[in-house]
């Protein structure tokens, strides 16, 4: 839920998606909902699965009236959000309203590029910023960093000049737990780093685990601040799959 409240802005990019599934499919054995292209993963795709995620969170007003995606991001704020909060309700995908996304955890929405949500997980927020504070000292010219300098950063660092998610190279030596990685003799599979582990993601939870390679460089989707943010001392929420099969 969007618990962040902020000042309208304008739509800076819009950009069409192709596979949007709305509304109900019938098979040979009758009528079958299909789940809606609202579940985000590492590399920022937006997809349609029937699983469920740990967390919601938004990047503004995505869908059209069929609640079709018509834009992978509107603003500048992408945040990750608890599932309840203070009771509230809404209708997903409503017209004018933010599209909810769902993440299978935290550090999901981390590796897609979003951070905590000031309002509904407030300490957590709080958290974010000073370790990132911690990971850039004087960022902003406050010892805490703001919310608009780590949104401006983020977006800096999320969406590269031809539209695409940006990511960079570095020793996997070196990466903190809970950032997501791929790895080039395994594929295009995204991998979260914990403990002496790779696990592979998948919309559903954790699946297989490899033992984590010495001396691998890899490509690191999370985005840079994010893991230095994480490497200063936040603590991303994982999904309860990783520790059943790690």
Not at 45 to 50: F, H, K, L, V, W
Not at 80 to 89: N, P, T
Request: charged fraction near 25%; aromatic fraction near 8%.
């Amino acid at each position: 839920m969007l618990w962040e409240r902020a000042k309208n802005e304008p739509v800076i990019q819009r950009v069409s998606l192709e596979g949007a599934t709305v509304g109900r499919k019938r098979w040979s054995g009758g009528e079958t909902a299909v789940p809606r292209q609202n579940r985000v993963t590492p590399f920022s795709e937006i997809i349609a699965t029937p699983e469920r995620g740990t967390f919601m969170g938004n990047r503004g007003v995505l869908h059209d009236a069929e609640g079709r995606l018509k834009r992978a991001w509107q603003l500048k704020r992408w945040i990750v959000c608890v599932l309840a909060f203070r009771g509230r309700k809404r209708q997903v995908m409503t017209l004018g309203r933010y599209t909810e996304l769902f993440f299978l955890d935290e550090a999901t929405a981390l590796a897609a590029g979003h951070r905590p949500c000031a309002e509904c997980r407030y300490a957590r927020f709080l958290a974010f910023c000073n370790a990132w504070g911690t990971a850039s000292p004087g960022d902003g010219g406050s010892p805490r960093s703001t919310a608009t300098v780590i949104d401006n950063r983020l977006h800096a660092e999320r969406i590269a000049s031809d539209r695409s998610k940006p990511s960079f190279m570095e020793d996997l030596d070196e990466l903190p737990d809970c950032v997501f990685v791929t790895v080039a003799a395994w594929g295009e599979q995204a991998y979260l780093v914990w403990g002496d582990r790779l696990l592979a993601w998948s919309p559903g939870g954790y699946g297989e685990r490899r033992r984590r390679p010495k001396g691998e460089e890899v490509l690191v989707l999370t985005p840079e601040s994010t893991v230095a943010t994480i490497r200063a001392g936040y603590v991303p929420e994982i999904h309860p799959s990783a520790v059943d099969v790690a």
